[in-house]
């Protein structure tokens, strides 16, 4: 029989404190989605490439499929559910669907919170700073010009 050995975190996510008890070999997105029910945490490669799982961790973006839950013990979350502003949609939200920067969706949650992170660091990029930073990002219905152009909106 094996001995699981469970581990205690603490982190914020959304601004709520959860206090939860994970194996080590936790993914991060099987805690958001699983645990938590945040399933705006989307699953494609799981192989940190596409993007879709991104959440920010302390403000910046991660990749939730290749991230240990135990790994994040003590920080800060962001999951597309925590962006509304009072039961708003976010400007980058709003941007995004102002501009049609979607078809499917899939990607969405991952690039609204990339380029949530983005502006924060750099709130006036140009358009190849925004290209850079979105680079890790895929998008297979768009084409990535109406995105573009969402994320230059706001700039
Ligand atoms: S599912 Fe995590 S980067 Fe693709
Ligand atoms: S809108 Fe479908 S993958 Fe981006």
Redo the contacts with the bound molecule.
Sequence with gaps: MVDTQTVEIAISVNGCDRRLSVEPSDLLIDVLRDRLSLKGTKRSCDVEVCG?CTVLVDRLPVSSCTTLAVDVDGRSLTTVEGLDENGRLSRVQQAFVDHA????????PG?VLATTALLEINPKPSEAEIRHFLRGN?????GYIK?LEAVKSLV
């Design positions: 879709a920067a979607m078809q499917c969706g899939f990607c969405t690039m895929i998008c297979r219905c768009t995105i």
